[in-house]
């Protein structure tokens, strides 16, 4: 696919990638949209609140989100993010860069995450009690003003299950570690608008935390992180919510990696913090 040039993300040809009208380049082309995207992730927030308790660090390891924690807080460039976005096209579902075409793989997910990309697929269900499910899984029932639909407040469960008791069983620990994986889960793979709700159908799969680390939960973000992609380049959305951090790290790192060419390709849409920073 051609393309005007280094900085005009608008396609020579408009026929073939369909959605150009509705397309955030579009926008930003006749100048009916200039704003940077707004952040929706939560990390450090979640990191601020939340120090985990070496006591239920085995059960994090155990279930294979420790990779996760381990990961933390980066630096989220969002002009860079937001020229990203403006080269995403929901038609093919990859950037669309001076050099061609790249996008994010599930190796990417793999090597950066830590996650894994091959197993069951990660599904959930509402036909739930959520009190009951609560009770059971975190031993702890949550009030109304905790819950928003089938999401629970991320600082709820913070202030609930964080500090497990000195005399804490393994149920007990177990528990605790359920709520935090359940928190990162909502803070920093499936954000939602305003990353402080965490939706509870990812609940009945930390049963087993053994099981748990069989599933798929490479799939499922990459999976997220294309949708929400996806829902940012079109109809001026003014912000994007996912994974932000596998968006930055994949493209910027992962092109770099494939060789100094590439490397300047990216650097030549990256922002001047973000292209300092590389070289």
Known sequence: MAFRGIHDADPLDPSVLLLQDRHRSHFVDTEQLQDVLRPRQHMRAFLS?????????????RAGFYGIYRLGHIIIDWPLITCLVERWRPETHTFHVPLGETTITLQDVAIILGLRIDGPAVTGTYMVDVAELCDDLLGVTPPADALRGFTISIRWLCQQLSTPAADADEVALERSARGFILALIGSFLFPDKKGVHVHLCFLPLLRDLTLTSTYSWGGAVLAHTYRE?????????????????LI???MVLGEASRGPTRFRAICAICSTTIAAWLT
């Open 248 to 250: 930055q790290v994949s």
């Open 49 to 61: 609140m939340w120090r985990l308790d070496p006591r239920i660090r085995p059960y994090v390891i």
């Open 229 to 245: 992609l996806c829902r940012a380049s079109l109809d001026r959305r003014c912000g994007i919510s996912g994974c932000i951090t």
